[in-house]
């Protein structure tokens, strides 16, 4: 049954690296189970299961990534990030309740133009905050101190997996000699290798990329919806190589990409 679920969902939508270690974890549960239980022993001890895997794998870690990155954070700061992570949205808004006095600057993209809602929360709580165009990034480059993004995931060959997007923000980082910090749950590590965004990806809807700031006013760009010799492609992940990350903050510790395959070979035995 749960393998019917389970295909059910993958039909709807494929699974995320997160959702698909989590399924994994469920699985390994499913095992040690008495069947000499009633159903609703069984039902309790599995929930139970679920909620120490959310409690483990994503509060305890979303707390301890909070810690070390805030360890990481100067006063006067100037903090790049891109789009809206929760996580980074987590560790910034600790770090003001820290008494931390750093501004941050939100580039975004079209067209989900997620980072409005990071710019939202982060006003919200009184942090000085600058927004810009993923376009315009170069130009505000000089003044961040370091780089802050989330992840999709985090591949074993070292290549992070993350909003599209984030692999242009690390080049120019990296030209501008600007620390990049990954934050990223050792959940989302994944044994998979990939090296370019057409390999794996999700896809968006493609009208989107007609529109203008999400307005649904007539836009300039409508005449090339039906153009035969264009094919709209929007593609919401990327790949950014590992030489362009300084460093990923883990709930383990802040370790090189690199690290990745050793992470999950600790993982694998642990659940053995």
Known sequence: ??????????????????????????????????????????????????ETYISNDMVKAWDAICLRVNEKIWEEDVILTYGCSSLISKILLRAKNNGKNFSVIIADSRPLLEGRELLRRLVSARIK????????????????????????????NGCLM????????????????KPVLVCCEIYKFSERVQTDSFEYNDIGDPDLLYSVDGSSAPSPLRSYRNSSKLDT??????????????????????????????????NSAENM
């Open 1 to 50: 049954m749960l393998q019917s679920c389970t295909n059910y969902l993958q039909e709807c939508r494929p699974f995320a690296v997160s959702m698909s270690n989590a399924l994994r974890s469920f699985k390994l549960q499913l095992r040690p189970v008495d069947s000499s239980l009633s159903d609703e022993e069984k039902r309790a001890r599995l929930l139970g299961a679920i």
């Open 162 to 177: 993350s909003r599209i997007g984030t692999a242009q923000l690390a080049l120019a980082a990296h030209n501008f000699n």
């Open 233 to 266: 492609l929007n593609l919401l992940y990327d790949i950014t190589p590992p030489y362009l990350i300084t460093g990923v903050a883990t709930e383990s510790a802040i370790l090189p990409c690199t690290s990745v395959p050793a992470i999950l070979r600790i």
């Open 129 to 156: 905050c600058s927004y810009v165009l993923n376009d315009h990034h170069s130009s505000v480059m000089k003044r961040a101190s370091k780089v802050l993004v989330g992840a999709h995931a985090l591949l074993t």
